[in-house]
């Protein structure tokens, strides 16, 4: 039987700065270890499982970075052991003997959980140059006998990869280049390919961690496209109803079926938002600085003529197939900016005066049942343009945090002149999303087939962006 504690365990050693408490967090998914511009954020080790549906695929230590390499050294040479096969229990011996000694808490903090069975994953910036005076750490990291890889961070603009890898070749079984801040799962995945090579004890470990986390990141995706599946179709069919008084609804009863029908849509919008942001793990994104979604950009803004990049012909001839679409609808959706939801509902309700011309857009109907018992009706949404401002905005949030390392801490910057929604779904998938928008639209039955279909190309356009 296996033993509880038997995950691989990684120390994340090296100079002070050069990116160990990032390599931990985007390696752990976890965006809650410390990273700091000053050094000595990390004092003290710290432990960062990677779980996976409650059960640890492996754990890294933060530690803090050499301070004293070269005292050390000193007192591991003084006492220098007749044969190589006992260096390790020499660094024991320095643990124990210095274990309360303030001077060298640091280095017995790294030491520690390498004694203890983790592999060494050594840290270096090596858009700096390279200098002998690392040679003093890897000396005493070679002194442990326990399996080591190096990597290669490229925190600043120059390279010296070159330089640092001949150097680090003598010490290290293996060396890589990996970049915390920008690295996908992709990279994650190939990196941990490199440590299954470090120990054959390991390599089975990991190649089964690798196997649950590509599980994992499915599952992720998975949930992904089901929540923006399941978001679009909600807001495409809402319908906002409203008793009023008279034949003729007032101004300001309009005004206020308005708001409701946009807030209930909002909310729909920021519980997307939301849930994606767990589904990714992203726990302490800074929200503050993250722009809404829905933003104030107005309506009539001259910004942008497309939406994500399609033609208007373009655009026109999927609504023509529709057939749902008013003239006033076409020149409305075209004239307004194009990625911002809130700009398109909002400035409807913000003139007063062209709510009614838009009744076509907005599917706005005052339904007199009985004298006395009339509703005023929104939705559900007639443009066409509108699914896919939604689908839009949703891919590109998604993959937004789906490629996020965990080790990145500057907020989250949507802009959506970066995004173009024809990139990700061509004009067959758009054919095939239309058949579920207009059934909507007519307030119909979306069939389940129709319904998998959709769910294909969503998955598909969301494949092509992370
Ligand atoms: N641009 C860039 N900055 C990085 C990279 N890795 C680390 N940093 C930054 O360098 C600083 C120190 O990183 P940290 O992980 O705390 O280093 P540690 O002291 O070795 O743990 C932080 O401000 C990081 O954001 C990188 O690959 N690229
Ligand atoms: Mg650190």
Same mark, same amino acid.
């Given at each position: ?96 003997? &210095? ?72 010490? &290290? ?12 799962? =992709? ?45 679009? /179709? ?44 767990? /589904? ?8 503050? %600085? ?16 497309? /939406? ?15 057939? #749902? ?7 409305? #959706? &075209? ?46 949404? =007639?443009?066409?343009? &509108? ?14 945090? #789906? ?19 024809? !990139? ?5 998938? !758009? =054919? ?12 119909? %039955? ?21």
């Amino acid at each position: 039987m296996k033993d509880r504690d038997s995950y691989p365990k990684f120390a994340v050693v090296g100079h002070p700065n050069k990116g160990k408490s990032s390599i931990v967090s985007a390696l752990a998914h976890d965006d809650s270890v410390q990273i700091g511009n000053t050094p000595g954020t990390t004092q003290i080790k710290r432990g960062f499982p990677l779980r996976v549906d409650g059960k640890i695929v492996y754990e890294l230590f933060d530690t803090p970075g050499f301070q004293r390499a070269r005292r050390i050294l000193a007192w591991l040479k003084e006492h220098e052991p007749v044969s190589a096969d006992k260096r390790a229990d020499t660094i024991r011996k320095f643990i124990h003997n &210095f274990r309360d000694d303030k001077r060298f808490r640091d280095e017995i903090e790294l030491l520690e959980p390498i004694m203890n069975g983790a592999g060494i994953i050594y840290v270096v910036d090596a858009s700096k140059p390279y200098g002998a005076e690392y040679e003093i750490e890897m000396e005493i990291l070679r002194w442990t006998g326990q399996p080591s890889m190096a990597i290669l961070n490229l925190i600043g603009d120059e390279d010296y990869r070159e330089d640092w890898s001949r150097a680090l070749g003598q010490y &290290f079984r293996l060396v890589r280049t990996f970049n915390p801040l920008t690295a996908k799962f =992709k990279n994650h995945i190939e990196l941990l390919e490199s440590i299954a090579q470090l120990k054959e004890d390991w390599t089975e470990q990991i190649k089964e961690a690798i196997e649950i986390l590509k599980r994992f990141h499915n599952q992720k995706i998975d949930r992904t496209v089901e929540i923006i599946i399941d978001t679009t /179709i909600k807001s495409l069919s809402y319908i906002y109803r409203q008793r009023i008084k008279s034949k003729n609804a007032t101004k300001e009863e309009y005004r206020i079926a308005f708001e409701r029908y946009r807030r209930e849509i909002i909310k729909y919008e920021k519980k997307l938002e939301k849930d994606i942001l767990e /589904i990714w793990k992203h726990k302490n994104i800074d929200k503050a %600085e993250t722009p809404p979604l829905i933003n104030e950009i107005g309506l009539f803004s001259k910004e942008s003529e497309s /939406i994500f990049g399609l033609s208007q012909r373009e655009l026109i001839l999927t609504g023509a197939s529709a057939g #749902a679409i008013g003239g006033a609808g076409i020149d409305l #959706a &075209f004239s307004g900016s194009t990625f911002f939801l809130g700009s398109i509902i909002g400035g409807i309700i913000g003139g007063v005066g062209a709510m009614v011309g838009y009744d076509n857009l907005y599917n706005i109907k005052i339904l007199g049942q009985k004298i006395g018992k009339r509703e005023l009706i929104v939705g559900p949404i =007639k443009s066409v343009n &509108f699914p896919y401002i939604l689908l839009g905005r949703a891919l590109y949030y998604s993959s937004l945090l #789906a490629n996020r390392s965990h080790a990145m801490r500057d907020s989250l910057e949507l802009d959506d002149r970066e995004f173009s929604i024809e !990139r990700v779904i061509d004009s067959d998938m !758009r =054919k095939k999303l239309e058949k579920v928008h207009s059934k909507l639209r007519e307030q119909k %039955e979306v069939k389940e087939e129709l319904l998998e279909e959709y769910r294909k190309v969503i998955l598909e356009s969301f494949k092509k962006l992370i």
